[in-house]
């Protein structure tokens, strides 16, 4: 029974061995399969730190040539910026057009309107004519001075010469629908004549572009803006006016102008006709004429004649009138004047000086001290209206004195 019972108890034993043999393999087999498990993961860990390097390296790369593409694409940029200004520049510069714009109204309807007036451009016809194009609201129409509306409103004309023009008198005469006028573009370098441009455009309110107008070569600037009622001022700042001999009537009836910049500085040297230059500008309050050169001047007569409200005329004084021979109506009606200095005046040459203060109504100071009237010299009304009991005159000649006692 021992015997058994130890052979029992070996077997157990061994079982109880073979279970524990079992269990470590089980348990070094997990160990394996975790140990494998953490390579994998690790290799994975390392492939993928590896990969992302590479994948890093390769889109630094990649940055770097787009960084490089884009400066090429700014500079070419710059580039094609730099020629597109100057190519604006040269198409500005090339560019030789003025624009105009009109005001239409119901009564104007299907009648013929005037844009422009070449008809006295004789020498420039053909080129103003065959080598210009008109543009009526950026339509091209067929080339014609007068235009047919169909309805009301404000129309824009753009006028394209293809040639420099030299002479422009009239180009605007009477053109009373004409409101505005743009001559930014308008190459008149080569302009000598520039009489009527703009004469009885009655309803013009504004002219852009007078800055841009070249008068270098211009001789002739009569009647340049006579009767331009609705203009309330004028920059002629960038006037140069030393080759003109003829001003006559130049603001003439521009009744609502109250202001001429630049006129300070006009250069009259060679100017032999200023008659009717300020003619019924009855809104002008103040005048500076202190540059004016006047030793070639001829006629003067009617030059502030209707000037209204006129107070003040700067440099008067200073003009030399040695070759003046008409001085009639000169400052007729000129209303708001209180004080004329004209001890520089030298009427020898005068033939006429007839109604030159008539309607001098508040005239206070008169200084005639040099004039001297010869025998064939008129002086008919000379000082019609004046109230000779509150005016102060100093001449020395009697036959002056005499008419402004009478």
Do not use: W
């Not at 108890?9 to 953490?38: A, H, V």
């Not at 009526?136 to 293809?162: A, M, Q, T, W």
């Amino acid at each position: 029974m021992k015997e058994k019972l130890e052979s029992l108890n070996d077997s157990e034993n061994n079982i109880t061995g073979k279970n524990k043999i079992l269990q470590d393999i089980k348990t070094n087999r997990q160990l394996i399969i975790i140990l494998y498990l953490i390579i994998f993961c690790f290799s994975i860990i390392f492939f993928y730190m590896n990969a992302n390097r590479e994948t890093t390296k390769i889109i630094n790369k990649l940055n770097l040539k787009i960084n490089d593409i884009n400066l090429r694409v700014d500079e070419l940029n710059k580039k094609s910026n730099e020629l597109n200004l100057k190519l604006g520049k040269m198409n500005e510069e090339n560019l030789n057009e003025i624009i105009c714009n009109y005001e239409i109204n119901d009564d104007d309807i299907n009648k013929q309107i005037k844009l422009f007036d070449y008809s006295e451009i004789s020498n420039d016809q053909k080129i103003f004519d065959k080598n210009s194009e008109l543009f009526l609201d950026n339509k091209l129409i067929e080339f014609n001075n007068i235009h047919v509306f169909l309805k009301p409103g404000i129309y824009s004309l753009k006028i394209k010469f293809k040639r420099f023009l030299t002479n422009i008198n009239n180009l605007f005469l009477d053109c009373s629908k004409l409101i505005e006028i743009d001559l930014s573009h308008f190459k008149s370098e080569k302009v000598t004549n520039m009489n009527n441009l703009f004469s009885s455009c009655s309803n013009l309110k504004e002219i852009k572009g007078l800055n841009n107008l070249k008068t270098d070569n211009v001789n002739d600037m009569s009647f340049m803006f006579y009767g331009c009622q609705r203009l309330i001022s004028l920059d002629l700042s960038s006037f140069n006016t030393s080759k003109v001999t003829n001003m006559s009537a130049m603001f003439s009836s521009c009744s609502s102008l109250k202001e001429i910049k630049g006129i300070n500085n006009f250069v009259t040297d060679n100017v032999t006709i200023m008659s009717f230059m300020f003619y019924e500008c009855e809104s002008l309050i103040s005048l500076d004429l202190s540059h004016f050169k006047t030793e070639k001047v001829i006629t003067m007569n009617n030059m502030f004649n209707l000037c209204s409200n006129l107070i003040e005329i700067k440099g008067i004084n200073n003009f030399i009138t040695n070759n003046v021979i008409d001085m009639s109506y000169m400052f007729c009606r000129c209303y708001s004047l209180t004080s004329l200095d004209l001890s520089n005046f030298n009427t020898n040459n005068a033939i006429d000086i007839s109604y030159m203060f008539r309607g001098c109504l508040n005239l206070r100071f008169l200084n005639l001290n040099q004039f001297k009237l010869n025998e064939k010299c008129k002086m008919d009304n000379l000082f019609k209206d004046i109230k000779n009991n509150i005016c102060d005159l100093i001449t020395n000649d009697k036959k002056i004195k005499n008419a402004f006692l009478i």
